[in-house]
C-alpha cells in the first residue's frame, strides 16, 4: 500500500510542474490590454482604408505593415499638426490622442508585410537604374542610399519602401514635387528634380523590392 501511495504521489510531483509550465507558457501568449487596446483602435480607425492588418487593398493607399514605428507616429502626428496635409487623414487622427497614435505605430509596425511584384521595372530597367544610382544628369541620388539596397529604410530616419503600392509611390512623388505634401523637405528638394516617367519606373520598381 505504501509503495502504491509513493508511486501515485511522485507522479503527481512530475506532472504538477508539466502543468504549471503549460500553464505559464499560455498566459505568455495572450494579448495584452495595450496590446487589444492598439488592435480595437486600428480596427476601428484605420481598417476601411488600410486593411486589417495594413496591408491595403487599394493601392493609392499606403501598405503600413512592417513600417517603422518612429515614421508612422511621426506621419500620424504630421497630420494632426497639419504640416501634412490630407484632409482625410486629419478627420481620421482629430480624436486620437498621443497613446493611441503611439499604440497604431507599434501595431502596424509588428505586422507582416504582403509581398508585391513590379509590372515591368525588374533587373536592368529605368526604375533600378534610378533607385540604385540615382539621376546623375539632374543630380537625383540614389533612392538606396537612404532606403537601403533592399528598400527596408533606415529605422528611425527613412521609411521602408519595399513592396509599397506603386500607385501610392507614384502619387506622392508628385505632391511632393509640387509641395502638396511638405513634411519631407529633403523628397521634396529631389522630386522637384524628376519627371513622371522616372518617377513611375522607381516607383514601380520599390513595388517589387524585398
Known amino acids: 500500500m505504501r509503495v502504491v501511495l509513493a508511486f501515485v504521489l511522485a507522479l503527481n510531483l512530475v506532472a504538477l510542474p508539466t502543468f504549471a509550465a503549460e500553464k505559464v507558457a499560455k498566459v505568455a ?32 493607399n499606403p501598405k ?9 507616429l511621426k506621419q500620424l502626428t504630421n497630420f494632426k499638426e497639419g504640416t501634412r496635409a490630407n484632409a482625410v487623414m486629419a478627420g481620421m ?5 498621443k497613446e493611441d497614435m503611439q499604440g497604431l505605430a507599434k501595431y502596424y509596425a509588428d505586422q507582416k508585410q504582403t509581398l508585391g511584384k513590379a ?20 543630380g537625383v541620388p540614389a533612392c538606396a542610399a537612404c532606403h537601403g539596397a533592399n528598400g527596408g529604410g533606415i529605422p528611425k530616419q527613412y521609411p521602408r519602401v519595399a513592396g509599397q503600392h506603386a500607385d501610392y509611390a507614384l502619387q506622392q512623388l508628385r505632391t511632393l ?3 502638396e505634401r511638405a513634411n519631407a523637405p529633403m523628397m521634396m528638394t529631389i522630386a522637384a528634380k524628376m519627371t513622371d516617367a522616372e518617377m513611375q519606373a522607381v516607383a514601380d ?6
Not at 65 to 72: D, I, S, W
Not at 93 to 97: I, P, Q, R, T
Open 29 to 60: 501568449v495572450e494579448p495584452t490590454t495595450e496590446v487589444k487596446n492598439r488592435q480595437q483602435v486600428a480596427q476601428n480607425v484605420c481598417a476601411a482604408c488600410h486593411g486589417a492588418d495594413g496591408n491595403s487593398a487599394i493601392s493609392l
Open 64 to 72: 503600413l505593415a512592417g513600417q517603422h514605428p518612429e515614421y508612422l
Open 93 to 97: 487622427v482629430a480624436n486620437l490622442s
Open 119 to 138: 509590372k515591368s521595372n525588374g533587373a536592368g530597367s529605368l526604375g533600378e537604374k534610378i533607385y540604385r544610382g540615382g539621376i546623375a544628369a539632374t
Open 177 to 179: 514635387r509640387t509641395a
Open 205 to 210: 520598381y520599390m513595388q517589387g523590392l524585398r
